[in-house]
C-alpha cells in the first residue's frame, strides 16, 4: 500500500519511477487468493479514513471516486456476546446508538455518546500533528507550543486505553466493543495509550467502508494510476541491497542488475531494511516490538443468515490479552472475527456458497526461531465449532485457505508476521516509528506500516504519500 501509494504520487508529479516488488503480484499483505475460479481477499476486509485514499488519488491526478466505488452494508458489524447478547452496529452513528439503546438500555446508550465524543476530541486534536503530517518533530513542538496545554489534555497521553474506556463506560458489553479497537493496530488494550481511543471515532464516527468488487480493488487502483501516469512496475523483483555512494543512497542492486536512483522510498518492514538492505543501520532501529498477528481462513460457506462482518466475542476478554501478551501464545479462546465478502465487498461468490475470511488474533512469530505449527489445528477447531455453533457456518463448509503467522512472516521479510508493523503497547511506542525521511541516510525514505504513521491501510497509503513528498521537497 504504501510502496504503491508513494509511486503514484510521484510518478503523478513528473518523476521516473521503477516499483520493484519481490511478490508475484503488488498489494503485499492486501492480497488475494482463487479456487475454483472465485477470488477473494487474504488481507485487510474493510478501510476506513477514505479522504486519505482520495488525497493519494488527487496526488496522482485522478479521484477516489474514479476508481472505485465504496460499500457501507447497513447494518455493518453484528457483535455477539457470550451471554447471547448481539449488537449491531450501523454506518451512521445515531444508529448505533439507537442500537445500542435497544440491546443494552438507555445509560449504556448515553455512555456511548459521551465516549464517542471523547474519541473524536483524541482525533480532532491528534490526526493533523501525529497521523495525516510528517511525523512529530522538534519543529512540531515548537509550532504547537501555544497549543500545547490543550492539545495535551485532548489526546490524553497520560491513560492507558483500557484505564479509559472504564472511567467513560460501565457495561461490560460497551467494554468489550470498545477494548476491540486496540487490536485494530495489533497492540494490547491494557497497556497501549489511551489515546489510541481515537480508532473508536474513525470506526463508529467516520464510518467502515467494503470495496465494491473486493478490497483488492484499491490495490490495483492504486496500482493503474501508478502506470498511467508512468511509473514502471517490476514483480518477482526481489532488492537484495539498497546502494550507497559518497554517503548517500545511489540505487538497488537487484539478483542480476542494480538500478540507479536519486532517491528510494523502502517499503519493507524497517527491521528487513536493517537487518538485510543496509550494509550499517545509519542509525536505524529494528521495532522492539511487532504488533499482533493472526489465524487466517477462507470458508466456503453455504448461503447463512449473516451480515457483512460479524464478531464473535470470547468469555473471558482478558484472558485473550494475557494470552498474546504476556503468554505469548494463540488464544485458548479467541474473538473471531468474520468477513462475509460477498455482503462486504459484493464479490462474485460460488453459484452455492460465499467466501468468508475467518481471523483469530495471535501473536506474531518469536524473534527467534519458529513457533510449533501443532498449535493451529486446535486453534482451527476451536473457531470451526463456535461458527458452527452460532449458525455462520454449515458441518460440511470447508476452509478452503488457510495461513498462520508462520505463512505471513515467510511472505513479508522482517514482520515476523505482524499485521500491522510495531506494536504501540506503551506511551512512547508511536514516536520511535522512524519518520518518512531518513536523514541520516541522504536519498533513503521509509513507507509502511513500520513507519510514521503507522499500520492499517489508510495509514500506510499515507505513509507512502508523506515519503513521495519528502523526496519532491528535498530533490524537486
Ligand atoms: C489478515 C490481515 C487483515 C488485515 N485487516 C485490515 C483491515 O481490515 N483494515 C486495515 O486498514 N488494515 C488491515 N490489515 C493491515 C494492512 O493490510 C496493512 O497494514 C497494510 O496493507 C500493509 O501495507 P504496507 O505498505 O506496510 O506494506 P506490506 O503489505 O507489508 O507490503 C510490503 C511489500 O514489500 C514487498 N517487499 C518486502 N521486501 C522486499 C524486497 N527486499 N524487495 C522487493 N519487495 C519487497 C513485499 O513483498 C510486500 O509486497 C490487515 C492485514 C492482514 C495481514
Request: net charge negative; glycine share 8%.
Amino acid at each position: 500500500m504504501g510502496g504503491l501509494s508513494a509511486a503514484a504520487v510521484l510518478a503523478g508529479a513528473g518523476w521516473q519511477v521503477t516499483l520493484c516488488e519481490a511478490g508475484a503480484r503488488v498489494g503485499g499483505k492486501a492480497n488475494v487468493a482463487e479456487v475454483d475460479g472465485v477470488e477473494f481477499d487474504t488481507g485487510p476486509s474493510v478501510v476506513t479514513l477514505p479522504h486519505l485514499l482520495d488525497g493519494v488519488f488527487r496526488a496522482a491526478g485522478s479521484r477516489l471516486e474514479d476508481e472505485l466505488t465504496l460499500l457501507r452494508p447497513d447494518p455493518g458489524f453484528r457483535y455477539r456476546y457470550p451471554d447471547g447478547v448481539c449488537l449491531d452496529v450501523y454506518h451512521a452513528p445515531d444508529a448505533t446508538r439507537e442500537s445500542i439503546r435497544a440491546a443494552l438500555g438507555a445509560e449504556t446508550a448515553r455512555e456511548f455518546d459521551a465516549f464517542l465524543a471523547y474519541a473524536r476530541r483524541i482525533w480532532d486534536a491528534a490526526a493533523p500533528h501525529f497521523v495525516t503530517g510528517p511525523a512529530p518533530s522538534p519543529a512540531t513542538v515548537m509550532r504547537v507550543l501555544p497549543q500545547l496545554p490543550s492539545l495535551l489534555w485532548a489526546i490524553d497521553p497520560l491513560s492507558t486505553f483500557r484505564a479509559a474506556i472504564h472511567r467513560h463506560t460501565s457495561s461490560p458489553h460497551l467494554r468489550m466493543l470498545l477494548e476491540r479497537y486496540a487490536t485494530y493496530n495489533g497492540s494490547d488494550a491494557r497497556t497501549c495509550p489511551a489515546t489510541l481511543n481515537c480508532i473508536a471515532w474513525v470506526e463508529l464516527g467516520l464510518g467502515v467502508f467494503g470495496i465494491e468488487g473486493g478490497l483488492y480493488n484499491l490495490v490495483r487502483a492504486l496500482e493503474r494510476v501508478a502506470v498511467r501516469r508512468g511509473a514502471t512496475i517490476r514483480t518477482s523483483t526481489p532488492v537484495r541491497r539498497i546502494l550507497c555512494e559518497s554517503g548517500r543512497v545511489s540505487g538497488v542492486a537487484l539478483d542480476h542488475e542494480q538500478l540507479e536512483a536519486d532517491a528510494v522510498i523502502c517499503n519493507a518492514d524497517v527491521a528487513h531494511v536493517v537487518d538485510s538492505l543496509l550494509e550499517h543501520s545509519h542509525g536505524l532501529r529494528r521495532p522492539d516490538q511487532a504488533s499482533m498477528s493472526g489465524w487466517t481462513a477462507v470458508v466456503r460457506a453455504k448461503t447463512a443468515e449473516r451480515l457483512a462482518h460479524e464478531v464473535l466475542f470470547p468469555s473471558d476478554y482478558e484472558a485473550e490479552f494475557a494470552d498474546i501478551f504476556d503468554h505469548d501464545r494463540p488464544p485458548r479462546e479467541p474473538t473471531v472475527y468474520l468477513c462475509a465478502q460477498g455482503r462486504a465487498h459484493g464479490r462474485t461468490t460460488w453459484s452455492d456458497a460465499e467466501p468468508l475470511f475467518v481471523m483469530a488474533n495471535a501473536p506474531p512469530e518469536p524473534t527467534r526461531g519458529t513457533r510449533d505449527e501443532r498449535i493451529w489445528p486446535d486453534l482451527r477447531e476451536t473457531v470451526r465449532a463456535r461458527l458452527l455453533d452460532a449458525d455462520l457456518i454449515g458441518a460440511d463448509d470447508p476452509i478452503v485457505w488457510e495461513r498462520t503467522p508462520r505463512g505471513l512472516a515467510q511472505t513479508y521479510p522482517g514482520t515476523r508476521g505482524a499485521l500491522y508493523g510495531a506494536a504501540s503497547n506503551t506511551r512512547f511506542d508511536a514516536f520511535k516509528r522512524p519518520p518518512n525521511r531518513w536523514s541520516r541516510l541522504p536519498g533513503l525514505y521509509l513507507a509502511s506500516g513500520s513507519a510514521h504513521p503507522g499500520g492499517g491501510v489508510p495509514l500506510c497509503v499515507q505513509s507512502g504519500r508523506l515519503a513521495a513528498e519528502a523526496v519532491i521537497a528535498d530533490l524537486g
